[in-house]
C-alpha cells in the first residue's frame, strides 16, 4: 500500500522515487513469500536447478508498477538495507522497467554501513541527471540490433524508455546478421540519446562508430 500511494502522489510530476526496504513486503498485493531455501519455491539445492528460479520474479505486480511508473516518467530506486531474505529480483523489478538502479546493503547496521549509506545516497541525489529520456540505436546495412540489456522500459523494438538518466548507466546490445553475407569491410553503429536537462532544456547527443 505504500508504495502504490507513493506512486499516485509522484506520477503527476515525474522524477525520481527512492524506495528503502528494511525486509521483504508481508502484506497487501505486494506481498513476497521467502523463497530461500525451499525447493517448492524454486530456491531448494537437491540438484535439480530450479534454485535459478530465485533469480526471476515471483509475481508480476511489481513489474506491472514498474511500467505504470515509467509511462509517468518516473524512475525508480530500490536501497535494500535488510538483514534477511528480501527478494531482490522481484522487488528490483521496479528499477529495472524505470531506469533505476538497485542498491544493497546486506547485514546492514547503522555503525557498519551507515557512512557508507550516506554517502551513496548523497552521490545518488547531487549528481547530474538527465530526465524524460529516450534511446535508439541504430547499424549499417547488414545488420540489427537483435535484444538490449539493462535497466530500462522497451517501448516498441528498439526505443528505449528511461525516465532518469546519468553518466553511471551502462547498456548492452546484442548484434545480429541481418543478411547472410556483408560486402563492406567495416560497420557503424550509432545511439541517440533525447533528454531533458534539470533546468529544463531538451538536448540529444549522439554517438556514432565505426568499427
Not at 29 to 36: A, M, V, Y
Not at 150 to 171: C, S, Y
Request: proline share 2%; net charge neutral; with cysteine.
Amino acid at each position: 500500500p505504500a508504495i502504490r500511494a507513493a506512486y499516485q502522489a509522484a506520477q503527476h510530476v515525474g522524477g525520481k522515487m527512492h524506495l528503502f526496504c528494511a525486509s521483504r513486503p508481508t502484506v497487501g498485493e505486494g506481498k513476497l513469500l521467502n523463497r530461500e531455501g525451499q525447493p517448492g519455491r524454486g530456491g531448494g539445492s537437491n540438484g535439480s536447478g530450479k534454485g535459478v528460479n530465485v533469480l526471476k520474479a515471483e509475481n508480476e505486480f511489481y513489474k506491472s508498477l514498474a511500467v505504470d511508473c515509467s509511462k509517468q516518467q518516473l524512475c525508480v530506486d530500490v536501497w535494500s538495507c535488510g538483514g534477511a531474505y528480501a527478494d531482490l529480483a522481484t522487488i528490483g523489478q521496479l528499477a529495472k522497467h524505470t531506469g533505476g538502479s538497485v542498491n544493497h546493503y546486506p547485514g546492514f547496521s547503522d555503525v557498519a554501513l551507515g557512512e557508507k549509506l550516506s554517502r551513496d545516497l548523497q552521490h545518488n541525489l547531487m549528481r547530474e541527471q538527465g530526465l524524460e529520456a529516450v534511446m535508439r540505436v541504430r547499424a549499417s546495412r547488414g545488420l540489427r540490433i537483435a535484444s538490449f540489456h539493462g535497466h530500462f522500459f522497451l517501448r516498441g523494438v528498439d526505443l528505449l524508455a528511461l525516465p532518469n538518466i546519468d553518466q553511471e548507466k551502462t547498456f548492452a546490445i546484442e548484434i545480429a546478421h541481418d543478411e547472410n553475407a556483408i560486402s563492406s569491410t567495416t560497420a557503424c553503429l550509432q545511439a541517440a540519446l533525447l533528454y531533458t536537462t534539470t533546468s529544463g532544456e531538451r538536448h540529444i547527443r549522439v554517438l556514432t562508430m565505426e568499427l
